[in-house]
């Protein structure tokens, strides 16, 4: 995966063609899904897509112009910065809001993609279109931000609001989610196998501080190097790999504590009720910010939380 700072002229030309076909195809899959609801929002979509089908040729004609007629595929996936958007196209019937959201989403990041490139761009014609891109894109996420009212719903609400909810759940509660997830569950192992092993609490005790803390260093490093959010919008890269690092050891430092008492099975309950009320509050979390089924949340995270603690018991006990 290359960084966007390490792309030239040539491949972000490849990049934006790379983009605005797939913005397109998924604009055109929304529309085809909210036809038989929302058909003044299908109306939308569908202008929306052929409009960014418009720009994957004028960004073609000019990448042939100036490079020649083999355009490199270079995806969203091929460069750090982009976040990956849920593939809720194929749902049925489509929600109203959460097409909404995820299309903002879309035009948000496709904007600030935009004004990135302009800023590495140094030919006249480039430049150009570019900022013609610009202009288009924050049409679009206008276009995006009234959806609903469009519609007339009920619960549409402002865009300064649906602007502030999304940068703090990007900014925050996304990082703070993948720490706590992974300190909560990659410790489970280490922290009870040590447990079972040694019958030892002050043993167990500096097992599970090592991975906490070692854990949360390491994935402060790892989301702060990943997006420098320029992009993705997602903020201070710093900041987001400090919140990142928090959660990830205080979730291993939550079952860890209890073996600072002295009698073993005594901690070892606490730190077992410890991972479920913290197992739950995971999935609760998914749910309300993530907008992830409670029960799904609650399977993919308990479940596989269980499965990693059971896991530690049988190793420690063998």
């Known amino acids: ?18 983009l605005e076909e797939e913005h397109g195809r998924i604009y055109a ?16 979509f569908t202008e929306m897509a052929q409009e960014e089908n418009e720009h994957r040729r004028w960004l073609i004609d000019l ?13 969203r996936q091929d460069v750090s910065g982009f976040v990956r958007h849920e593939p809720i196209w194929f749902v049925r019937p489509l929600g109203l809001d959460r097409v909404r ?15 990135s490139a302009l800023t590495r761009a140094s030919d006249a014609e480039v430049r150009k279109l ?67 092993a040694t019958h030892n609490t002050w043993q167990t005790f500096l097992v599970g501080l090592a991975a906490s803390v070692g854990a949360g260093i390491s994935m402060a490093f790892a989301e702060a190097l990943a997006d ?5 919008g997602r903020g201070n890269p710093w900041i987001r790999g400090a919140v990142t690092g928090l959660m990830t050891a205080l979730g291993g430092l939550g079952h860890t504590l209890p073996y600072l008492i002295s009698n073993f099975w005594t901690a070892t309950s606490i730190a077992i009720a410890v991972v479920f009320v913290e ?25 596989g939380g269980l499965l990693v603690f059971v896991v530690g018991i049988l190793i420690g006990s063998a």
């Open 279 to 303: 197992l739950w509050i995971i999935a609760g979390i998914r749910a309300r910010f993530m907008e992830t089924r409670f029960l799904r949340a609650a399977l993919e995270v308990v479940v």
């Open 101 to 115: 959201q995820q299309a903002e989403a879309i035009e948000l990041e496709t904007r600030n993609f935009y004004r």
């Open 228 to 232: 420098d959010g320029q992009i993705s």
């Open 63 to 75: 990448f042939r112009q100036k490079f020649g007629d083999h355009i490199p595929l270079i995806r």
């Open 29 to 44: 899959d929304y529309a085809a899904g909210l036809g038989a609801d929302y058909p003044a929002t299908a109306k939308i």
């Open 1 to 18: 995966m290359k960084k966007f700072a390490d792309l030239n002229e040539q491949q972000i030309l490849a990049l934006a063609i790379s």
């Open 130 to 196: 570019i900022g013609d891109l610009i202009v288009a894109e924050d049409r679009h996420l206008g276009i995006a931000q009234h959806i609903s009212e469009v519609e007339l719903t009920p619960g549409a609400r402002s865009a300064e609001e649906q602007a502030a909810r999304r940068a703090f759940v990007l900014q925050y509660v996304q990082p703070g989610l993948t720490g706590l997830i992974d300190g909560s569950v990659s410790t489970l192992a280490p922290i009870f196998a040590a447990a079972f």
